[in-house]
């Protein structure tokens, strides 16, 4: 925290650097000790067991790898968040949605590692997600936000229960 | 309303009968003239104009043919309902869930034709999609309810904002 030092591409403004084929460079991350970078990618050859360490890392419960391949394949979405010193790309960031490809979408997993939080980078993963689903003309983006995260959330733009309507979750009976 | 008597076969003790390929028969609906019977399907094969019908009938936006089809399409799961009266078939019942395949399930667009409304066959319905996605080994099915139906969904076993979880929506800033 306070170790970085952010300098942001505007993301509507500069036409994004293309990287690798589903990258974009869209922030670029300085360090004290020489410089890094922030490289977003929407491309899924994902090291499921990088993902699995960031998730841990926030503390969320271990899920079985064959069954997060499975939801990343089915995900409409996929946007992840690496950053790049010299030749070395470290997973920090991950998010994903499922849509119905036409009107609705939902976000779920949205993850930044606790070494790069504090600095604007989850909120442009975020943005990023939303750019990519909006350019494919979903017009309804929803999520479910722990308590925790709807400021977060509503600082993008999200609202909670517009017009009374509720986020529900199926218990058995 | 109440011109129809209903006699549910319970869904757990009897085994459905096997219509089509995708279909079951779950519920039978006796009218007061004769007697038809309501039948639950997966299949996807829906007459689009049947379905626009249906949904005008609620008061429903009508949405572009080529964008809903697209939606059934990547849809997880779609549950139809039908009243079959002799060689006739009428689309009185719909909903869909989109998915990850694997986590997560979010039920969209439940809807029961007017005439078909107050007799069960919408719990009828949603019990079916849950139902198949339990099948499917979803363990946390969500969706986002109107303040009018909110009640439906908690007689259903669904909890709104559960642990403070809550539904948000994206609008632009």
């Not at 952010?6 to 300085?30: C, K, R």
């Not at 010193?85 to 490809?101: E, I, P």
């Not at 009107?103 to 993963?125: E, M």
Request: charge should be negative; hydrophobic fraction near 40%.
């Amino acid at each position: 925290m306070g170790f970085w030092k952010s300098l942001f591409i505007g993301s509507e403004s500069a036409s994004p650097v293309q990287a690798n084929s589903g990258d974009a460079v869209l922030a670029e991350v300085t360090g004290q000790d020489g410089s890094g970078r922030i490289v977003f990618s929407t491309d899924r050859e994902i090291d499921l067991y990088e993902l699995e360490e960031l998730c841990s890392a926030v503390g969320w419960a271990r899920r079985p790898v064959r069954k997060v391949q499975k939801a990343i394949q089915h995900s409409f979405v996929v946007v992840t968040m690496w950053e790049e010193k010299g030749a070395r790309r470290r997973l920090v960031g991950f998010s994903r949605a499922t849509s119905d490809h036409a009107f609705n979408a939902t976000i779920w997993d949205v993850v930044v590692h606790p070494d790069f939080q504090g600095q604007g980078l989850g909120k442009a993963l975020m943005k990023q997600l939303i750019k990519k689903l909006r350019s494919e003309d979903i017009s309804n983006v929803t999520l479910f936000a722990d308590p925790q995260v709807v400021e977060f959330y509503r600082g993008l733009g999200f609202m909670p229960d517009p017009e009374g309507i509720k986020g529900m979750f199926w218990y058995p009976d």
